[in-house]
């Protein structure tokens, strides 16, 4: 095997931008299911497969925030509103594609990455409190628990925005840790706070 082959991309920062190849052995099943389900392997995946315990983390949180009760629509709040509030350069513009993909509309995804109202109270009833989950850490006053219960949500929503907050705090950090580089795919959807 040559060299040239075995050569490392890294980021910015001097993490390494693995390929199945290249990871520790490890990551190499959870590169292919990564592979698998975006028919290409993502950059900040191809990043946390420095330490497998985080990439196999962050699918199985993707996952089970796929399989929660929010629908397209919250879940793309959920996330977006995170990415925004932390500034996120690399998971703005790659939730905008995957928001298309899932058939979110172009008026929610762009009130996200504006912070300009969103179409529905419901849906904006869902950005404020997942703000605040945010922004105190989990340490939200009563009256915004009610105010998202009165939007018509649940106690199990509560927590499933824990999760969704447990997962872009594991994408967000590492991107701002790796300044992973926004895939080719998704530069077009390019964003800054």
């Known amino acids: 095997m040559s060299t040239a082959a075995t050569e490392v991309r890294t980021t910015p920062t ?6 199945a190849e290249t990871a520790p052995p490890e ?8 592979e698998k389900a975006f028919g290409r392997l993502p950059g900040l995946h191809a990043v946390m497969a420095e330490a497998p315990g985080l990439l196999e983390g962050y699918q199985a949180l993707h996952r089970l925030v796929l ?6 629509d919250e ?4 996330w977006q509103t995170i990415n925004v509030e932390h ?8 939730h905008t594609g995957i ?13 996200l990455r504006d912070e300009t109202p969103l179409p529905t109270a419901r849906l904006e009833a869902l950005r404020t409190f997942t ?28 927590l499933e925005v824990v999760l969704g907050v447990a997962q872009k705090v594991m994408s967000n950090y590492t ?19």
């Open 175 to 193: 991107n701002h840790l790796a300044l992973t580089p926004v895939d080719r795919v998704m530069q077009k959807f390019a964003w800054e706070k």
């Open 131 to 158: 703000l605040a989950v945010v922004r105190g850490r989990g340490n939200v006053e009563e009256g915004q628990v009610q105010a998202f219960l009165e939007a018509g949500y649940t106690r199990r929503q509560i």
């Open 87 to 94: 500034a996120c350069h690399y998971c703005v513009p790659a």
């Open 67 to 72: 399989e929660s009760s929010f629908d397209d």
């Open 14 to 19: 001097g993490y390494p931008l693995h390929t």
């Open 27 to 34: 990551s190499a099943p959870l590169i292919a299911a990564s």
């Open 99 to 111: 928001a298309k993909n899932m058939g979110v509309s172009d008026e929610i995804s762009n009130a």
């Open 75 to 78: 879940t793309t709040v959920l």
